[in-house]
């Protein structure tokens, strides 16, 4: 039986987290399982053919899949959208309501990166910045509204208030990369707003945080605050600007 590549430890947490790339566009898919119940999740079902969704499928070959987990509606983070729900019918499909544009017309923007993939299926549930996701007993995911490179855009961190040697858990999409961040040259991106996100990041997760994104490989939020331009420049900009940014998107 096939498996996702790429397994990260996270000792201590009572679940595993896997990846692997898919797609022309090289974007990962992670599955988070609890070690009790075998409950399941999938964040960014890419796989983008029936041989790559075969190995997300095996994957998860005894385990309950309740959670499918969009961090944004672009065509490379849902083209395996349509064989997930068909796979795993009865799981929920979350999606912050500003992405519900990006997704319907994922579609047509996947065709600009030669992408073709059947119509994704309507989201069931609406992400709500601060929102708590309970997968089985042992992985609570704490919902963050992080808008710029797309408008609902959401990272997922891990809230069960344990600390490791990694710190907290980040599923953070196109947020954040190893040394860059994502593009905002999109109709509906923004940079300010991209910029924003990250200063609220590092004011609300702890600065040993992993982040497991949604290209390339993890990073740390120390490793990014030392190296990563785009970082410095968030985390240097005023407070007034932050502080404006906050009331603008409704973030306590």
């Known amino acids: 039986m096939r498996s996702l590549t790429r397994r990260k430890a996270i000792a201590g947490r009572g679940y595993e987290v896997?990846?692997?790339?898919?797609?022309?566009l090289a974007c990962n898919a992670y599955?988070?399982?609890c070690d009790v119940t075998n409950e399941a999740a999938i964040v960014d079902p890419s796989s983008y053919d029936s041989?790559?969704?075969?190995?997300?499928?095996?994957?998860?070959e005894g385990k309950e899949v309740k959670h499918i987990l969009l961090t944004h509606g672009h065509a490379d983070h849902v083209s395996g959208m349509a064989d997930?729900?068909?796979?795993w019918p009865n799981a929920k499909i979350h999606l912050h309501p500003l992405e519900e544009e990006n997704y319907r017309m994922a579609r047509e923007h996947g065709k600009n990166f030669g992408m073709e993939f059947p119509k994704p299926p309507p989201p069931t549930d609406e992400?709500?910045?601060g929102g708590i996701l309970k997968i089985g007993e042992n992985i609570k995911l704490k919902c963050l509204h992080t808008p710029g490179h797309a408008p609902g855009h959401v990272?997922?961190?891990d809230a069960a208030g344990q600390q490791t040697d990694n710190g907290d858990i980040i599923l953070g999409g196109d947020l954040l990369?190893?040394?860059?961040?994502g593009r905002t040259d999109f109709f509906n991106s923004s940079m300010e707003d991209l910029l924003a996100s990250l200063r609220r990041l590092y004011e609300e997760l702890h600065d040993e945080s992993i982040v497991l994104s949604g290209h390339t490989t993890p990073t740390y939020l120390n490793k990014e605050r030392e190296e990563n331009p785009f970082v410095a420049h968030a985390l240097n900009s005023p407070e007034e600007w932050y502080q404006e940014a906050k009331k603008r998107h409704g973030w306590k």
Not at 18 to 24: E, I, K, L, R, S
Not at 84 to 87: D, G, R, S
């Open 127 to 129: 992400i709500v910045d």
């Open 51 to 60: 041989s790559e969704f075969a190995i997300l499928k095996d994957h998860l």
């Open 18 to 24: 896997a990846y692997q790339a898919f797609g022309p």
């Open 177 to 181: 990369f190893r040394g860059s961040v």
């Open 84 to 87: 997930a729900a068909k796979q």
């Open 155 to 157: 990272v997922f961190a």
């Open 31 to 33: 599955t988070l399982i």
